[in-house]
């Protein structure tokens, strides 16, 4: 991943230099070239070299599912580098991978710590404040229901990729389908408490 990391790194300075370069002769831009074509053959070479153990990993499908894969971390928030550097990163992710963004674990979690944090909220303060509060609270809560949604997205995925059975995937969804009743009846109450009919 490092070396991969600094090929790209290389071939953006490559291409800074050249681009910042108006002047440069015919001979230095096609030894420019020549260098990028030889980076580029040296992170193929390194992607076929991480596909095969990925390869070798998809014999055992009973996989860890917190394993997330080395190329890929769903919640980074960095952009790419540049354009070419995305459909090299795509390539590299294992078939097998069962990683989601949350576990189950961590949803229940989120869950349960949005329910009560709304349960213990009162309208104290004035008008404006009591809005404040609840519009914080709303929001919080519409950041817990999308990271449900993107589960089930993801479990639908896996799903489909035959990354995980039937079985798993019913009882993960009715899973989801507890958590996202509970965070409603949580955001219903809420809505009680300040008096506010959404």
Known sequence: MKKNMLLTMGIIIALSLSGCQKNTSDAETEALKEQITELQQQITELQQNQQEPAASNEISPEAPSDQAPATENPTSQEPPATSEQSPATQETVP???????????ELTTLVNDFTDKADAATPSGSNSEDMNQFFTLKQEEKQIDDALDRHENELEYLYRQNTITRDEYKSKERELERLEDQLDAAEDRLEITFGIDD
């Open 95 to 105: 078939q097998a991978d069962t990683s989601t963004t949350h576990t189950m674990e």
